[in-house]
């Protein structure tokens, strides 16, 4: 039994949190907290498996409780956050800050019913959570060999989930500006990805930015999908651009690795490089195989180094995967396929 503390300030959000989440036979909501100062005694108190956490709350934001949490008593944290800018912003920092994921919250307490199955998808991926203190990113090898030659007619597909958004910040942050264009699949809810990629894009020296229709796939450019849209890679000639639309969830998310990654194994096929990263469940799985067949080079990212080693673990399963690869090595590793 997975045992949950809910924390909001909305005493309707956690009562409903509480009834949706009580439905489930492997979660038990075991207390809830309307601030981080009734929250820190009961997490000391019923020692739960993992919390959810309003971030925009009285006496204490979430951000500087989620703080403490990591410093004290490390343990799954999901931040469930309005989709307004300062909360996509806020949800991006408890992410930096140590938290495994974010969940968007509707716009009225009342239709946060909508939710429920969600979060508690959400919940059983971050119960299997190890958290652990991340070393930053410039303690990896900060310069990759070389310069990028001969790659206009390359791409790098990127597929994540839980734990992704450190993981990809730990990789775009060291590829050099000529790197082959990128596309990444990150499970993520819709509105927080824009953010996501301005982020990036202030930290990178390559370009990142959430992929819209038609835009180019070029070096030194890296799309990510837009939440609640797949992704897919087309080609026109010599150019590779991108496909934004909707369509049914796969793996139960939207983007999803898997479509991306077969759209790349059909328009770009041994030009590519397939990357799974860290992230629940099977998503990429598929994707990462028939990449293979038409002749794409693969990584998967290694269990010690994964928040989650579910979706690596998967593609790495098919065969189909011709390096299982370190995130502290991960940048260097990609260019060397492309």
């Known amino acids: 039994m997975i045992k949950v503390l809910v924390v909001d300030d909305s005493a309707i959000v956690?009562?409903?949190?509480?009834?949706?989440?009580?439905?489930?036979?492997?979660?038990e909501v075991v207390g809830t907290a309307p601030d981080p100062f009734v929250a820190r005694d009961l997490i000391l108190k019923l020692n739960p498996d993992v919390v959810t956490?309003?971030?925009?709350?009285?006496?204490?934001?979430?951000?500087?409780?989620?703080?403490?949490?990591?410093?004290?008593?490390?343990?799954?944290?999901?931040?469930?956050?309005s989709l307004t800018p300062k909360g996509s912003a806020?949800?991006?920092?408890?992410?930096?800050?140590?938290?495994?994921?974010?969940?968007a919250k509707p716009?009225?307490?009342?239709?946060?019913?909508?939710?429920?199955?969600?979060?508690?998808?959400?919940?059983?991926?971050?119960?299997?959570?190890?958290?652990?203190?991340?070393?930053?990113?410039?303690q990896?090898?900060?310069?990759?060999?070389?310069?990028?030659?001969?790659?206009?007619?390359?791409?790098?597909?990127?597929?994540?989930s839980t734990g992704g958004t450190e993981a990809l910040k730990d990789i775009l942050t060291r590829l050099p500006p000529d790197t082959p264009g990128i596309v990444i699949a990150q499970h993520m809810p819709a509105n927080f990805t824009k953010a996501f990629a301005d982020r990036l894009n202030g930290l990178c020296r390559i370009n990142v930015r959430e992929g819209q229709a038609n835009d180019s796939v070029l070096p030194g450019t890296c799309l990510i999908a837009p939440g609640n849209f797949h992704m897919l890679l087309r080609r026109s000639g010599a150019r590779y651009f991108v496909e934004i639309k909707t369509g049914p969830m796969v793996h139960h998310q939207r983007p999803a690795v898997d479509?991306?990654?077969?759209?790349?194994?059909?328009?770009?096929?041994?030009?590519a490089?397939?990357?799974?990263?860290?992230?629940?469940?099977?998503?990429?799985?598929?994707?990462?195989?028939?990449?293979?067949?038409?002749?794409?080079?693969?990584?998967?990212?290694?269990?010690?180094?994964?928040?989650?080693?579910g979706m690596p673990k998967?593609?790495?399963?098919?065969?189909?995967?011709?390096?299982?690869?370190?995130?502290?090595n991960m940048p260097q590793s990609i260019l060397d396929m492309a």
């Not at 716009?107 to 998808?121: C, N, T, Y």
């Not at 990896?140 to 994540?160: C, E, F, L, R, Y």
């Not at 479509?259 to 030009?271: I, M, P, Q, R």
Request: include cysteine; hydrophobic fraction near 45%; aromatic fraction near 4%.
């Open 53 to 81: 956490l309003d971030i925009e709350m009285p006496r204490m934001d979430g951000i500087t409780f989620l703080k403490k949490i990591m410093a004290a008593r490390p343990l799954p944290v999901i931040i469930v956050s």
């Open 14 to 27: 956690r009562k409903i949190f509480t009834e949706q989440l009580s439905q489930a036979k492997d979660i």
């Open 140 to 160: 990896g090898p900060m310069a990759v060999k070389g310069a990028i030659t001969q790659t206009t007619n390359k791409v790098i597909a990127i597929g994540s």
């Open 259 to 271: 479509v991306l990654f077969k759209s790349v194994a059909k328009y770009a096929g041994a030009n």
């Open 273 to 309: 490089v397939g990357v799974v990263l860290t992230g629940m469940g099977s998503d990429g799985a598929e994707g990462i195989r028939i990449m293979k067949q038409a002749g794409a080079k693969t990584l998967a990212q290694d269990e010690a180094s994964c928040v989650v080693f």
């Open 90 to 103: 806020m949800a991006l920092e408890a992410l930096d800050c140590g938290a495994v994921e974010v969940l």
């Open 107 to 138: 716009g009225g307490s009342f239709s946060v019913g909508e939710m429920g199955g969600q979060l508690a998808e959400k919940i059983r991926a971050a119960s299997k959570v190890r958290v652990m203190k991340r070393a930053p990113a410039s």
């Open 314 to 328: 998967e593609a790495i399963k098919t065969g189909c995967v011709d390096k299982v690869v370190s995130l502290r």
